[in-house]
T-cell receptor
Framework: QKEVEQNSGPLSVPEGAIASLNCTYS??????FFWYRQYSGKSPELIMF????GDKEDGRFTAQLNKASQYVSLLIRDSQPSDSATYLC???????????FGTGTRLQVFP | DTGVSQNPRHKITKRGQNVTFRCDPI?????LYWYRQTLGQGPEFLTY????????KSRLLSDRFSAERPKGSFSTLEIQRTEQGDSAMYLC??????????FGPGTRLTVL
């Protein structure tokens, strides 16, 4: 059974702080890794994708991938109350385009 | 609007009725995916198409579920003889020939 695991949270951080969201996956054949943001009652919105080991930065967001440890993380710098949402980690299955999602981590940014 | 669209956005039905949902992908995307999401869970893969060909179906997709993508454009997902356990958000996503998937707004199904 291919799995993606995330801490369900909530992760509470003060406005302006760095939020760190973590995800582990079981399929060593996975090649593509995604972070989606989902507001309550809405559909997932793509935030970041990463394919290679290391860091990838886009504005306030940094995705980090360590394939040896089967670990992917998302850092959100200068967190804002509008970042309060559930963050879903998704990983492709082997050589397919099918994605497996974690259950998501709920982030709360308080003023 | 160039995003993925889904209709209807909400559907309330009685147990045993059939329902059909439609998804219109981003126009240049040849891949289309269906997922189901229940409260507190991440989306679960149901099936996906490359153009008009249905390439994979999840074991979650019982024989009451059928999906089509005629002519490789829009797709429909039909659920026959709905059950209360079918209540969920049904999400459609599309992607170009890579694996970056973009989701539509979803169809929320409530089976009474």
């Amino acid at each position: 059974q291919k799995e993606v695991e995330q801490n369900s949270g909530p992760l509470s951080v003060p406005e302006g702080a760095i939020a760190s969201l973590n995800c582990t996956y079981s399929d060593r054949g996975s090649q593509s890794f995604f972070w989606y943001r989902q507001y309550s009652g809405k559909s997932p919105e793509l935030i970041m994708f990463i394919y290679s080991n290391g860091d990838k930065e886009d504005g306030r967001f940094t995705a980090q991938l360590n394939k040896a440890s089967q670990y992917v993380s998302l850092l959100i710098r200068d967190s804002q109350p509008s970042d309060s949402a559930t963050y879903l980690c998704a990983v492709n299955v082997g050589n397919t385009d099918k994605l497996i999602f974690g259950t998501g981590t709920r982030l709360q940014v308080f003023p | 609007d160039t995003g993925v669209s889904q209709n209807p956005r909400h559907k309330i039905t009685k147990r045993g009725q059939n329902v059909t949902f439609r998804c219109d992908p981003i126009s240049e995307h040849n891949r289309l995916y269906w997922y189901r999401q229940t409260l507190g869970q991440g989306p679960e893969f149901l099936t996906y198409f490359q153009n008009e060909a249905q390439l994979e179906k999840s074991r979650l997709l019982s024989d009451r579920f059928s999906a089509e993508r005629p002519k490789g454009s829009f797709s429909t997902l039909e659920i026959q003889r709905t059950e209360q356990g079918d209540s969920a958000m049904y999400l459609c996503a599309s992607s170009p020939p890579s694996d970056t998937q973009y989701f539509g707004p979803g169809t929320r199904l409530t089976v009474l």
